[in-house]
């Protein structure tokens, strides 16, 4: 009631529930292919047991790319990530990125 009385309109910003995989022919239905909502979504529910390479390969430059690699990292797989900008163009925040580099992910730049 509170917030009918006061506002015209409330937006809810819940962040991307859906993820996308790659537009590439082949990657639906690859072994180890996945997106990155999927792959964090797993591991809200399976834990330490999702399954994951011993090297990923992360494709994107914002702060859900930097959150699965290094997710992957703590769960004991290499990570690295591959940007289709120059590092100055990526959409990550720099703390996200800071992070991610000390955690021990490689970085690739377009």
Known sequence: EQLEAEYDAVFIGVGAQKGRGLPVAGFDGTPGATNAIDFLKSYEVLGDDVPVGKHVVVI??????M?????ALRLGSQASIISGVPR????CFENEYDD?????????FQ
């Open 60 to 65: 994107g430059d914002g702060n859900v790319a």
């Open 67 to 71: 959150d699965v690699a290094r997710l």
């Open 88 to 91: 100055e163009e990526m959409a």
């Open 100 to 108: 991610a580099k000390k955690e021990g992910a490689t970085m690739y």
